[in-house]
């Protein structure tokens, strides 16, 4: 069984940056992504910001697109999103998520989060972002 747990969150101004870490354990998915839901959003409406596939490839969201970076450490079993040009419509709680143990960063960045088990998610980190 995966386990994840994240940090890095925190408040910022707008145009400043932050780092996700999320640590890694037990069982490791191939493709893995980090999810987002907006402040007043439900589990639901938990949407894929940033995915990285089985075979190394690398996908966003069209709003984070040349801000954000999602990168692995296979050796420290860690996900990183790097967040840069933070603006307020990225408050959110961040999840690092293991969407599936084999797909591309399309499918992980696609996933549907009620089908993706609760195990699969971390327990999530708060970036808030002031103007």
């Known amino acids: 069984q995966v386990q994840l747990s994240e940090s890095g969150g925190g408040s910022v101004q707008a145009g400043g940056s932050l780092r996700l870490s999320c640590k890694m354990s037990g069982y490791t998915y191939s493709s893995m992504a980090w999810f987002r839901q907006p402040p007043g959003k439900q589990r639901e409406e938990r949407e894929g910001v940033a995915a990285l596939g089985s075979d190394g490839t690398t996908d966003y969201a069209d709003d984070v697109k040349g801000r954000f970076t999602i990168a692995r450490d296979n050796a420290k079993n860690t996900l990183y999103l790097e967040m840069n040009n933070l603006k307020p419509e990225n408050t959110a709680v961040y999840y690092c998520?293991?969407?599936?143990?084999?797909?591309?960063?399309?499918?992980?960045?696609?996933?549907?989060?009620?089908?993706?088990?609760?195990?699969?998610w971390g327990q999530g980190t708060l970036v808030t972002v002031t103007s």
């Open positions: 998520v293991a969407p599936g143990p084999r797909m591309s960063a399309l499918q992980a960045l696609h996933a549907m989060p009620t089908a993706i088990p609760l195990a699969n």
